[in-house]
Every structure is written in structure tokens, then in C-alpha cells.
């Protein structure tokens, strides 16, 4: 019998799916690790949502049983990416995000945060990323929060 409640359901209930609370959160990651799963975390801006990306989520879902994605706010992607980003408001990305199939968790990272705040909170049994977000010296300081980091090609 399949789970229909919460984000195990087929829908894509954002009350369900949308967790801004790193406590809340970090006591569901470990709730879920406590019971067996395997759990993946990514993390973008996703603005302008293209094929691209939803193959990327696809793709990094493949490494376990629960995929979370971290979105950048709007002022952490002004801030990355100049004064005429984002494209669309972080809303709409997240609303985007909850409504793609590979995922089951989404959470909004603040420029506020301090590095890695949602990797550290986490501690993801996968990480995924792109060529384009760490360093190898990066990547090797990660493990101390990350089970095993595997960097993807662009999509």
C-alpha cells in the first residue's frame, strides 16, 4: 500500500513540500535517514526553469530515495547574478520546484546564511552538484557533511 499523505503524496501540496524551517527541516532528514532512506540534496537559483533543469533534478533523484532542493532567494541570486535577476520571483520558482515529480523537498537558502548552512543542517548522504559550484578543495572539505558529493554535467 502506497503512502498518499505529506510528500509522499502524488500531489504537489507546497504546504507539504515547502519547508523555509531548518529545524523542522533537519528533524525530518533524520527522521527519514532513521528509518532507511537515502538522502539527496542540490541546491540553484532555477531561474527560468528549463528542460535543463528538470533533467538535472532527474538525474540527482537517481542517487536515493529523497531528493531535497535548496533555491537561492531573490536577493541571493541579485546578488550572484546583478540587478535584473531573477527572471521570476522565488515563489514562483519554489512553487515550479514542488510541482517537478523528482522532487520532494524544497527550502529557500538566504544570502544571510553562512556557507553551507543548508549542507551542514542536512548532512545529505549525496550531494549534487555542477562543475560550476565547488572546488575540488571544496568538494574534499565537504565530506566532513556529506556521505559523497558527485558533480554532474550541465544539462
Known sequence: MAIEA???????SYSDRFIEDYTRLKELVEHMKGIGLKIVLTSG????????????????REHGDLLIVGVDS?????????SNRPLYPQEER??????QRSVDIVTLKHRSEEQWQLIKCVCPDV?????????????????????????????
Do not use: M
Open 94 to 99: 519554489l512553487q515550479i520546484l514542488v510541482r
Open 6 to 12: 505529506g510528500i509522499f503524496s502524488n500531489n504537489s
Open 74 to 82: 531573490d536577493e541571493k541570486v541579485r546578488a550572484r547574478k546583478g
Open 127 to 155: 550531494l549534487i552538484a555542477t562543475q560550476e559550484t565547488y572546488t575540488s578543495e571544496e568538494i574534499e572539505r565537504l565530506a566532513e557533511w556529506c556521505g559523497e558529493v558527485i558533480v554532474l554535467e550541465p544539462q
Open 45 to 60: 537559483s532555477f531561474d527560468f526553469f528549463h528542460l535543463g533543469h528538470a533533467v538535472y533534478l532527474e538525474k540527482a
